[in-house]
């Protein structure tokens, strides 16, 4: 078919017309250095300031609490090292022993978890919390992580691979009623536009953010940084961004940021109610039509992003998968990863107990604000046919042919 079809708008989205459209000015007639003085710096250090503007107003913060950088990965790498180095610091010139215990899940992004890794080989201690069948933190075994040491808890706000979303408001209460100085951070690169991102009603002390998620352009991103949070900086060079991050400010960038993030507030309700439409045909509509179907993450849509949908699928391999539907016109993606030519089930399964064997026939299929029913209908009348035919030539077969259900997923 001529008509491609794309459902993997967790992974990126398209650039609105209208964010190019507000980026255009500051690539090619606003294109001064903002720090510089003349007027061509004036004008961009104008646009700059109303982009951080507009983007500490969505999050209910002040323009000097956002720290514009290239994307979520960045942020996170920052939020943790940032504050775990200025802890440290803190500690050194104080004379008195640094806390070195961090706080995360097991099924964080890897730009949090390598991170903590890295961190642990510095001497940090780390607590991975589990999660339930349903990708789900339990606060009380937050709470129980606790201790006199903890100096950051990073927890993402909703999942990019099952959508689940996190109770982040309440485990930062517990936080700051258990461990007053400790930093709260939340990975909300999948929240913006979805969820409430108030960084008050949340109580987050840092919060990550990345503009093509909703619509902006690649390569941008924000993290708020609650003003006299420890940080610091990871990015040396100039004093830009007051000295919290280096480089020569990305203009166009924040610009783009900033309309998508207003775009996608004021068109909150129609957009995610028309989205969630389209993701509830999927949760009940595909577990009928393809048996052996395991919906992974919370049964109840409104536990999880309400443009996500993702499952397993027995005795066929995710990636055989996504190549047929890509031969279909149909973009979608797997929690499996491809490396050195072996399949390896994702991390966020494996932590929701989900088996090797289901896991690798896992799929995310996640709709957008441009998707149609008539898109839906083309993938449901496809995929039952793909996975029939990559069953029976599928090694799995025997192994999984007689597999109960297992009691974490939801079977179909």
Same mark, same amino acid.
């Given at each position: 078919?001529?008509?491609?079809?794309?459902?993997?708008?967790?992974?990126?989205?398209?650039?609105?017309?209208?964010?190019?459209?507000?980026?255009?000015?500051?690539?090619?007639?606003?294109?001064?250095?903002?720090?510089? +003085?003349?007027?061509?710096?004036?004008?961009?250090?104008?646009?700059?300031?109303?982009?951080?503007?507009?983007?500490?107003?969505?999050?209910?913060?002040?323009?000097?609490?956002?720290?514009?950088? #290239?994307?979520?990965?960045?942020?996170?790498?920052?939020?943790?090292?940032?504050?775990?180095?200025?802890?440290?610091?803190?500690a050194q010139a104080g004379g008195r022993p640094a806390g070195r215990h961090i706080i995360t899940s097991a099924i964080e992004h890897h730009a949090i978890l390598h991170t903590a890794e890295e961190l642990e080989g510095e001497g940090f201690r780390?607590?991975?919390?589990?999660?339930?069948?349903?990708?789900?933190?339990?606060?009380?075994?937050?709470?129980?992580?606790?201790?006199?040491?903890?100096?950051?808890?990073?927890?993402?706000?909703?999942?990019?691979?099952?959508?689940?979303?996190?109770?982040?408001?309440?485990?930062?209460?517990?936080?700051?009623?258990?461990?007053?100085?400790?930093?709260?951070?939340?990975?909300?690169?999948?929240?913006? &536009?979805?969820?409430?991102?108030?960084?008050?009603?949340?109580?987050v002390d840092s919060l990550s953010i990345a503009a093509h998620k909703f619509y902006g352009p690649k390569g941008v991103g924000a993290l708020y940084l609650r003003t006299r949070t420890p940080f610091q900086p990871q990015q040396l060079g100039g004093?830009?961004?007051?000295?919290?991050?280096?480089?020569?400010?990305?203009?166009?960038?924040?610009?783009? !940021?900033?309309?998508?993030?207003?775009?996608?507030?004021?068109?909150?309700?129609?957009?995610?109610?028309?989205?969630?439409?389209?993701?509830?045909?999927?949760?009940?509509?595909?577990?009928?039509?393809?048996?052996?179907?395991?919906?992974?993450?919370? #049964?109840?849509?409104?536990?999880?992003?309400?443009?996500?949908?993702?499952?397993?699928?027995?005795?066929?391999? &995710?990636?055989?998968?996504? !190549?047929?539907?890509?031969?279909?016109?149909?973009?979608?993606?797997?929690?499996?990863?491809?490396? #050195?030519?072996?399949?390896?089930?994702?991390? +966020?399964?494996?932590?929701?107990?989900?088996?090797?064997?289901?896991?690798?026939?896992?799929?995310?299929?996640?709709?957008?604000?441009?998707?149609?029913?008539?898109?839906?209908?083309?993938?449901?009348?496809?995929?039952?046919?793909?996975?029939?035919?990559?069953?029976?030539?599928?090694?799995?077969?025997?192994?999984?042919?007689?597999?109960?259900?297992?009691?974490?997923?939801?079977?179909?």
């Open positions: 078919m001529d008509h491609r079809i794309y459902l993997d708008h967790a992974a990126t989205t398209p650039l609105d017309p209208r964010v190019l459209e507000a980026m255009l000015p500051y690539l090619h007639t606003f294109w001064g250095n903002p720090s510089s +003085v003349y007027q061509e710096a004036r004008e961009a250090r104008k646009g700059l300031d109303g982009a951080r503007r507009t983007v500490a107003e969505l999050l209910g913060a002040r323009p000097n609490e956002v720290i514009f950088t #290239s994307g979520g990965s960045e942020s996170d790498n920052s939020a943790l090292r940032g504050v775990t180095q200025a802890a440290r610091r803190r780390v607590t991975y919390l589990p999660v339930d069948s349903t990708g789900l933190v339990n606060p009380g075994a937050l709470e129980r992580a606790l201790d006199d040491e903890t100096i950051l808890v990073s927890i993402m706000y909703a999942n990019n691979e099952v959508g689940t979303i996190e109770p982040i408001a309440e485990m930062a209460r517990l936080v700051k009623d258990r461990q007053p100085h400790a930093v709260f951070h939340t990975d909300a690169v999948q929240a913006v &536009g979805a969820l409430d991102i108030n960084v008050d009603r949340l109580g004093g830009q961004e007051k000295s919290r991050r280096a480089g020569t400010e990305n203009v166009a960038g924040a610009m783009g !940021l900033a309309t998508a993030m207003r775009l996608a507030y004021e068109e909150f309700s129609a957009r995610n109610a028309r989205i969630g439409a389209l993701r509830d045909r999927l949760l009940t509509e595909l577990p009928r039509l393809v048996p052996g179907t395991h919906v992974t993450g919370p #049964s109840d849509p409104r536990a999880r992003l309400p443009n996500n949908f993702s499952c397993c699928f027995e005795r066929v391999e &995710g990636e055989a998968v996504l !190549l047929q539907l890509d031969l279909a016109g149909i973009a979608a993606s797997s929690g499996s990863a491809c490396t #050195s030519g072996s399949l390896e089930p994702s991390h +966020v399964l494996k932590a929701m107990g989900v088996p090797n064997d289901l896991a690798r026939g896992s799929l995310r299929l996640t709709v957008g604000k441009d998707s149609t029913q008539e898109e839906i209908d083309r993938l449901l009348s496809v995929l039952p046919g793909i996975v029939q035919r990559l069953r029976s030539l599928s090694p799995l077969a025997g192994r999984q042919a007689d597999m109960a259900p297992p009691t974490a997923l939801a079977s179909g």
